[in-house]
């Protein structure tokens, strides 16, 4: 659950309405998901989140719910669920990495985590923004305020221009066309 999460930047209602018959792991492994404003889209998967799901599917079983991921009830997994199972996996990786129990790790945590890696990964914004299902790329502008390092690259990749100290001094050609451009207004003008 946590993988599929965090690989998909899925947000928790996404990933607690995802449907068994939205997930497809032949032969290529993708997810279709129902965004906000119902917007769609489909996601693939890397081969571990894959792996992972096809034992989740093993250990869950025939239940009736059409939803991927059930509570221990049986009955479709809720948010509050979600973030309990999070918060308790949070303590016990703590176990190994105390830090972890000093910074806020949330559901959309993983999402904008998920969203910083791509980022990183494409250097695209348009690419975060389908992946992320966002309406909008302004919607997906905010990770450039995150991440200095696409600003950076973006001002080395543009050419700065060349400019000159100085003041500026009109040549006699350019002079001479302005005269001739006034000159030529002036006969067209009505009088």
Not at 34 to 43: D, H, S, T, V, W
Request: glycine letters at 6%.
């Amino acid at each position: 659950m946590f993988h599929l999460c965090f690989a998909g930047g899925l947000r928790v209602s996404e990933l607690i309405g995802l449907r068994i018959d939205e997930l497809n792991l032949q032969p290529n492994a993708s997810v279709i998901l129902q965004g906000k404003g119902r917007r769609e889209r489909c996601l693939p998967l890397w081969k571990e989140t894959a792996s992972a799901l096809r034992a989740w599917l093993a250990v869950r079983g025939t239940a009736l719910a059409p939803e991927l991921f059930l509570n221990a009830r049986g009955l479709p997994m809720t948010r509050s669920g979600f973030e309990y199972i999070l918060r308790k996996h949070v303590r016990t990786a703590s176990n190994h990495c105390p830090s972890l129990l000093m910074k806020r790790v949330s559901p959309h945590v993983l999402r904008h985590t998920c969203a910083l890696t791509v980022l990183q990964a494409t250097k695209d914004l348009r690419k975060v923004s389908l992946w992320l299902g966002h309406a909008s790329t302004q919607t997906t502008e905010i990770y450039t305020q995150v991440d200095p390092s696409v600003k950076l690259e973006a001002l080395e990749s543009i050419v700065a221009p060349k400019l000159r100290s100085g003041r500026f001094k009109a040549t006699d050609k350019l002079i001479a066309s302005l005269r001739k451009g006034s000159f030529m207004r002036s006969q067209n003008t009505p009088k």
